[in-house]
């Protein structure tokens, strides 16, 4: 088949034909790419096209090297990408795989996955469906992943790769463990990411290449093939998630981080105009979580955070279930039709009419998966709970089409009912392999595949139902986070804790793979528990403005929040965090929504490790404004200043130059600053803005 390639210009890191995506397919030795490079550079993959995909039915493996009856299709989409669909036919058994392939014009981003049609006259089972083949020439590679555990998501692990080396999750969720995220690095700088768009269980696999006459490596996975088996109906079609793909150079992930944050906000990520205004939020959670929270605690703080600009107040866990002061949430998660009346005598509806009233959004937080062990529910309902050899895995399978429609019931009513604008959805549990009962709809090796299919579907139906509506993704804070649910959901939380080096660790990792306007995290909350570094008291008296400020800020690199109790904050500290709501609101977050994210130092690491000096560049992508943030930590004590080089200016322009705590102001030219950089000098937990304009 002929050769399909995407070129294109771009504002930098992107620009110029030597920054497009080179890219071109082939079926000479079987169906594959057969290229894949940026710009001129050295492509990444070698002759021969290597699998391209693989389905295992019925035992027989089947890759792109070997079914026949190719027939290629490109279409352009509504969302502005280009998808290549390339049809195969294989006889034993009677399968049409098709292989998608979707680019996006001047984004040096590609995404593949596979889908499979059962041709025969026979059910057929289906247990591997890789959506990514790819053969990469045997070189010197370094291999970027990170870990996750709760309040440790993000963990950065570099090392050689060696063969075989596989990267994964089995835990049902797709950042336990594990995020579905790698990116290598090659000796001579390209940079290749990737990352899987689905919220189970995952894998990506690196394995030498066994045929052909030049080594090479094999990079292969999507869904991960264990525990997974789906039973094909004659007619019936499944369909892998997708796997992305993004090229960058000189060793620098901010280029393929750009270029991923670029097709997110193109493409991917659902709109809403709530969403899109980055509100600043209000949670009760950490500050009263569900023993302390009342009616009366939710509605003072209300008052105090509509004077201090806040636009979203939030009702966390506490205010479902029995009417009984004592109960715990984690106990009654489902009984979604009951409000604690106890805690909360004139119901929801009260609540969003006083937050409405005062300007401001009324969020609500719902594990609508979730069953807890002692919910009324799970007894009403013995048709809805997911369970694994016979035994209840705590969540309602949304495989199954009555739990759908539960769980599409209950989301209505907290919007239509109970006012809601904004749903924060948690999901506190590991489902593992999944649900395997036979009388959900699903077979006994699909029930986490359906289970997801039937979450994205009512996400999806949510919105389109509601689209001023915002979906947030919480799973036991950032132990879900994946493109995936970027694409259906509005925001993305981080982690539970937010004390300020956790904070600054999570945006490095995490915006290798969403756009920071998606990043939702809080700013150093007031815990009512014990956590050996959630220490903040806003009333303590050697607090310092420079600290407060350096927390805040911390929390303004995406879309911020925080967990205080407002109603006795020392006065000095209330009108400080007005003046940030304000900057934020003014400053600071047009550049998060649309701004290019540049690290300008190395990844900032919890318990005291990694740099101790931090800062981030949002450079708008047309060249004209840019923002700079910078963090000292503690730690530094042996550098009191230092001089940060800036990207993404133009050379020979004039800038002016504003920092806002010392508003001083100068003018310096492009080559100044990318040269030698702008020059701070903070104290230990000190920060500061600086704005640069092209004059």
Known sequence: MPPTTSSGHHSSPCAGPERSLNFALSDDEGVGIERLALGNQV?????????????????????????????????????????????????????????????????????????????????????????????????????????????????????????????????????????????????????????????????IRFEALETGPTPGIVVSGGLHDIGFAKLLSPGETVEAPPVVLALGYGGDLDTTSIAMARAARAHWAPRS????????????????????????????????????????????????????????????????????????????????????????????????????????????????????????????????????????????????EHGADWIKLDFNLDPGLGCNRTDHGHGPGDGLFEHYTGYYRLLEDVRAAHPDLVLENCSSGGLRIDLGLLRRTHLTFLSDPDWPEHGLQLLWGASTMLPPDQLLHWGYSEWHGEHRHQKFDPRDPGLRPHQLDYYRRIAMLGCTGFSLGLPDLPEWVRERLRHHVRVYQELVRPFVRTGDLHRLTGAPRRFGAGERWAAVQYAQPDGSAHLVLAFRLHGSGDEPERAIRLHALGPDQAYDVHWHDADRREVRSGEELIRDGLTFALPEEGSEIVEIRRR
């Open 43 to 203: 492509p990444w993959t070698i002759e021969g096209c290597g699998p391209a995909f693989t389905v295992v039915a019925d035992g027989t493996t089947v890759t792109g090297q070997s079914v026949s009856s190719r027939e290629q299709t490109t279409r352009a989409r509504d969302d502005g990408g280009v998808e290549t669909i390339i049809r195969s036919r294989c006889t034993q058994p009677a399968l049409e795989i098709g292989w998608h392939i979707r680019r996006y014009p001047d984004l040096p981003v590609v995404e593949t996955w596979v889908s499979v049609t059962n041709r025969g006259q026979a059910s057929v089972t289906i247990d591997r469906l890789d959506s990514l083949g790819l053969t990469l020439a045997q070189r010197d590679y370094e291999l970027l992943s990170y870990t996750s555990g709760w309040g440790l998501e993000f963990d950065e692990v570099r090392r050689p790769l060696t063969v075989p080396t596989s990267l994964e999750t089995l835990r049902g969720r797709s950042s336990q463990g594990m995020h579905p995220f790698f990116a290598l690095i090659r000796s001579d700088g390209a940079v290749l990411s990737g990352a899987v768009a689905w919220s189970g269980n995952w894998v």
């Open 273 to 416: 105009e709530l969403a899109s205004r980055l509100p600043v939020e209000w949670n009760h959670w950490w500050t009263y979580e569900d023993h302390s929270i009342n009616e009366s605690v939710f509605l003072s703080n209300v008052a105090v955070a509509a004077d201090l600009g806040v636009e979203v107040c939030t009702l966390d866990a506490g205010w479902f279930g029995p009417s009984d002061t004592g109960s715990q949430w984690t106990d009654v998660r489902g009984d979604w039709d009951q409000v604690n009346t106890a805690r909360f005598p004139h119901g929801l509806r009260h609540l969003a009419d006083a937050v409405h009233d005062r300007g401001m959004r009324f969020g609500l937080w719902c594990e609508i998966e979730a069953l807890g062990p002692k919910a009324a529910i799970a007894q009403r309902r013995p048709d809805l709970p997911a369970m694994r050899d016979g035994q209840p895995l705590g969540y309602v399978c949304l495989g199954n089409p009555a739990g759908w429609q539960w769980a599409r019931e209950v989301l209505e009513r907290l919007v239509t």
